[in-house]
C-alpha cells in the first residue's frame, strides 16, 4: 500500500512541474491541468481507502 501512496506523489510533484510549464505557456494548460487533478485524485484515493471497513 506504501508503494501507491509514493507513486501517486511523485506523480503529483511531476504533474505540478507540468502544470507550471503549462502556465508559462510551454505546454498546453487544458492538458496539464487535468493530469494534475487525476493524480491529486489517485493519491487521495490511495490514502483514503487503506482504513476502510471490509466487513466481518
Do not use: E
Not at 37 to 51: M, V
Amino acid at each position: 500500500m506504501k508503494v501507491t501512496v509514493i507513486i501517486g506523489l511523485v506523480l503529483v510533484l511531476l504533474t505540478f512541474l507540468l502544470n507550471i510549464f503549462g502556465l508559462m505557456n510551454l505546454i498546453p494548460l487544458y492538458i496539464t491541468a487535468p493530469l494534475l487533478f487525476c493524480s491529486l485524485l489517485y493519491t487521495c484515493f490511495h490514502l483514503n481507502t487503506r482504513k476502510q471497513f471490509k466487513g466481518f
